[in-house]
Each structure stands twice: as C-alpha cells, then as structure tokens.
C-alpha cells in the first residue's frame, strides 16, 4: 500500500486540496491521482482529497457531517467554518443518527463546494436512508 505523506496526514481533518501540497510535489494533482490509485487518499469532491485514518482498512467511509467538516476546514482553514442546524447537532452528540443533509455556511462571496455528482453538502437530495457518505 501507498504511504501518505505527513503534509496530507497533519492536515486539519486528513482533507487537503492540490495546491496545499504545493510545497511538497512540484506536480500535486499527479501526486494525488497516485496515492488514490494506492488506497490510501480518496477524492471527497473536485479539487478535495481526503486521507484514510492510519488504523482504518480501505472499506472505511467517512460519515457525510465529517466530510461536510473536512471540505469546509480545507477551503476556508482550520478552524475557521462552523457547522449548522443539525450537522453541528450530530457532531456534538447530540443526535443519535446521522442527517441527511449536512450543511456548513459558504463565505459571502457565495463560494460553494460540490460533489462530483454536482450536489452541494448542503443540498437536501442526499439520500436519507445513507449513514455514510459514498465518494464519487
């Protein structure tokens, strides 16, 4: 199995964008496409990656409010995005099962992220029978 490096396993959240890994690749898109084909990295959305936790196999899937959390944090910063309603909810314990449309604010400027499928963390079409999120 591919070995993750430490500037995508010491990101907020283990979720990173391309051009985070800069520094480290001189050609992170390629770097990136390399370590999903091993396993280890799974693209959450377009421009968004995610690293698997170390004690975790490859059938592991991220609930959707944690994926919700890893995009919000890679494309506005650590701690920097709040969670609303009832994402915020879940991960505080306060549900005991999981919503079906997690939702984080988008900055003013209306910058948004999508799925490849085209559905936004906060749109209301995911399904609400899932636990899980599927990545594309």
């Known amino acids: 199995m591919t070995a993750v490096p430490t500037a995508i396993t010491q990101a907020p959240l283990r979720t990173i964008r391309p ?17 999903t084909r091993g396993g280890r990295v799974r693209k959450a959305a377009p421009g968004l990656y995610y690293a698997l936790p170390d004690d975790q196999d490859v059938t592991w899937l991220p609930t959707l409010e944690a994926v919700a959390a890893g995009a919000a944090t890679a494309l ?11 994402t915020a909810a879940r991960l505080h314990g306060a549900l005991p099962a999981p919503s079906a449309s997690p939702s984080s ?6 910058d948004r992220c999508a799925s ?6 906060s749109s209301p079409s995911w399904p609400a029978t899932s636990t899980t999120w599927t990545p594309p």
């Open 19 to 35: 051009q985070d890994l800069a520094a480290v690749y001189t050609q992170p898109n390629v770097q990136l496409a390399r370590l």
């Open 76 to 86: 506005y910063g650590d701690r920097v995005p709040v969670l609303m309603h009832l």
């Open 105 to 110: 604010p988008s900055p003013p400027d209306g």
């Open 116 to 121: 490849s499928t085209g559905r936004t963390p």
